[in-house]
Each structure stands twice: as C-alpha cells, then as structure tokens.
C-alpha cells in the first residue's frame, strides 16, 4: 500500500520537501499538500522585486502545475488545516473531508508580528508576507502617497524599496540603532543607510513607533520623543513568529517554534515539522536555506537514508533594496576574535573579515560580494588561512592558489 504523506503549509520548505521525496523515491508515498494562499507553492523571496515590478507574478512559481500531477502530488490550495487528529491520524481541512496520513509534516511557517500600536485597524496598515499583501500594496503605493515602514530589517528593507520603486516617499521607522542589526555590524549598517539614503528612503533609527494617527485612514505614525511621520500607507514589518498554534492545539511540544530534533521529528511519532515554524536545539531559522537543509535531512530520513540535522551556519547573500549585502558567521566578532577592515566610503564598499585561532569565523561584504560564497565555504570548512591571511580581504583571485582551490585543499588538509 502506498504510504500518505500529508504536508501543511504550501511555501519553499514544503515545495522542496516534495522535490526531494520525488526524486529519492518516485512513485513511493501518495503526498497531498494543503496550503492557504491560493496559489501553488511560490518564491518568497521575489516578493520585493514583484512590488517593484521587476518580475511578473508568474516569474515567482517555484513549479508549473504539470510538476505536481507529475509525481502524483495532490495539492490543496486556498484552505487551511483547523485540527489534528493524532490518533486518528488524520488532518481536518476547513469545508473539506478529513484527510488521513500515515505521515505528517507540518512546514506552517511564520506570520508576521502586528505591534499592538493605536490605529494598527486601520485600512492601509498593512504586511508584507504574501503576494496578496503586495497586491494590495500595489493599490495603495500610487506615485507621491507617503509610506511608512515599521522595522529596519531585511523584510522591512525589502518592502520599503519596493515601494520607493512605485514612486512612494517612503520612510523607515526602525527602533534599533543600525539596520539589518541582525546581519550587519554597526559600520556595514550605517553604510547600508547610507546607501538607501541615496536612493531617496529616508532612515529613522531608534525610533519607537507608538501610535498609528488618523481617522478612517493613516496619516501620520507617532514616534516615543512626540514626532510624527506623514503616512498614507503604512506597512508593519517588525519581524515574524512562527506559527505553532496548530501544533500546540494537537498537544506537540512546542517553544517558541515547534520543537524538533535532529530527524525533524517532533514530539509525536510520525509528525514532524521543517522551516520557519520549527525551533531545533533552540534555534528558529527564519531564513531560506536552512530550511532547504532541513527538507534535505528530512527528505533523506523519510526514504530511509540515516540523515541528521545538526544546525545550520546563518549566512546572508542578497541584494537589500539594490544594495549588494552579504554576512555569515561570526560577524560581530566575539572576544579572541580579530578584525581585517576593507572600506572605500566613496565607492560604497565595506569588507569586515572575523578571524579565530588562524580561521574565518565570520564576514560582512557590503556593495561588493562578489567573494562571498568562497568567504562563506572558507567558515565552513574551518580551512586555516594563515597562508593566504595578507590577502584573504582582497578576495579569492589575490589569495595564491584560490583559482582552483589547492591552496585551501592544501592547508585543510
């Protein structure tokens, strides 16, 4: 009998998860997929470049409808899942028959956290999460509307440039003292506001958002020191929680994420959780790749190849509102560690390399990142750099040897 795979949530980690059953096992589990945006699994990621308009709508499918039928994959779009009957076994769907499982994989996701701020109810406060938000962005960003953005991070960073692409004045309210501080030591922030502040976004720091003003509408966001920034539309992009509510609701352990261990499976045989609502060995990763990792690690355990999850090393490789930004590691550099600066103010550069005990521990690359996957396989294979260390800031092609990696083969060795 084929084995029922059930999986809820409809994003990447669940889409790769199902590339990888596939491919390791064709014809083997009968997968459905319920997810409840509308649309098949898309690419979160391009959210910002389809606010811009820099890609069509189309641009963000991951898969064609073909893909799924394909490989015998049901997929449920537009519903969510309301309970789960462990022992059952089974799934109820919202206006829909229950569906059993042999195995369940629960890739929820996150959600975006809304500040319980005054006048947060107000039409055209709004998230940036889901291609209906951009949508409904769209309709708001009109050439000359002023928006606010609450959260200097990398979602509010992505948002805010998308907006600045519609023609919005747009304004960043962030409560930190830098930007992205998340990815970026203090200098790779202040030339990151820099950058934006060229682009025409104005840059608030530690500034506390208090209250959304305005009647029937926004106009205006109250900081803490009594300020108030014009608003027409405001967007909420202060961070994102996963999305345990289900799993708790059906007695899972449960953290701030969905607790897991190195197999991906929670607390319960036969369910287990990957992606940004799952929490292993403390950690909540809110980011891609690591949840590509884990859909490896689970896709290998679920097809009976012995597979572990052993964390994921947090690295950062994209362009923030057309600024190029790259981070991995160690970038604040913890004590023992030792700086090498690189900073051309002029041409918008910055390299700050991290080096522990004669290895690379960490980096920051801003403006130019052409480097960063060597940088980023130099922290993780604790490869010494002694040999290479005058150069290591200028990038591969100075370092002797890197065009084909004997130097580093050599020394790691």
Request: proline share 5%; aromatic share 4%; glycine share 12%.
């Amino acid at each position: 009998m084929t084995e029922r795979l059930v999986i809820v949530g409809g994003g990447m980690a669940a889409a790769r998860l199902v590339e990888e059953l596939t491919a390791r096992a064709p014809g083997r589990l009968h997968i459905t997929l319920i997810g409840e945006e509308v649309s098949l699994p898309y690419n979160r990621v391009l959210l910002s470049a389809l606010l811009a308009r820099d890609v069509d709508q189309a641009d963000l499918e991951l898969k064609p409808k073909e893909w799924w039928e394909s490989r015998n994959v049901t997929v449920v779009c537009g519903t969510r899942v309301t309970e789960i009957d462990t022992g059952q076994r089974s799934v109820q769907v919202q206006s829909r028959p229950a569906v059993p499982y042999d195995t369940l994989v629960l890739a929820t996701g996150s959600e975006p956290i809304q500040l319980p701020l005054p006048g947060v109810d107000l039409p055209g406060v709004e998230t940036f999460r889901t291609q209906n938000d951009v949508s409904t962005m769209l309709r708001s960003a009109t050439n000359g509307a002023r928006a606010v953005v609450i959260g200097g991070g990398l979602l509010g960073l992505e948002a805010a440039y998308g907006l600045a692409r519609c023609g919005a004045a747009v304004t960043v309210a962030h409560l930190m003292d830098r930007l992205m501080e998340r990815q970026l030591d203090p200098r790779g922030g202040a030339m990151l506001k820099t950058a934006l502040e060229a682009r025409g976004i104005d840059i608030v720091l530690e500034a506390e958002s208090t209250a959304i003003e305005g009647m029937g509408k926004p106009e205006g966001v109250r900081l803490s020191d009594g300020r108030v920034l014009p608003a027409d539309i405001v967007i909420m992009a202060a961070g994102i929680r996963p999305r345990i509510s289900l799993a708790r609701s059906a007695g899972l352990a449960v953290g701030r994420g969905i607790l897991v261990e190195d197999h991906m499976q929670t607390s319960m045989p036969g369910v287990y959780a990957l992606g940004e609502c799952a929490e292993h060995r403390g950690v909540c990763y809110g980011l891609v790749e690591p949840a590509y990792e884990q859909a490896r690690v689970l896709g290998a355990h679920l097809t009976g190849t012995p597979s572990v999850y052993e964390g994921s090393l947090l690295s950062t490789n994209l362009k923030v509102s057309g600024v190029d930004v790259f981070s991995a590691g160690d970038f604040l550099g913890a004590p023992g560690t030792e700086p090498i600066l690189l900073a051309d103010d002029t041409q918008g550069i910055y390299r700050k390399l991290v080096v522990k005990d004669g290895r690379l521990s960490g980096a920051v690359l801003i403006g130019d990142t052409a480097d960063a996957l060597w940088y980023l396989d130099l922290i993780r294979s604790g490869a010494p750099i002694a040999a290479m260390r005058g150069d290591l800031i200028f990038g591969q092609a100075y370092c002797a040897g890197a065009d084909d990696g004997s130097a580093i083969r050599a020394e790691a060795a």
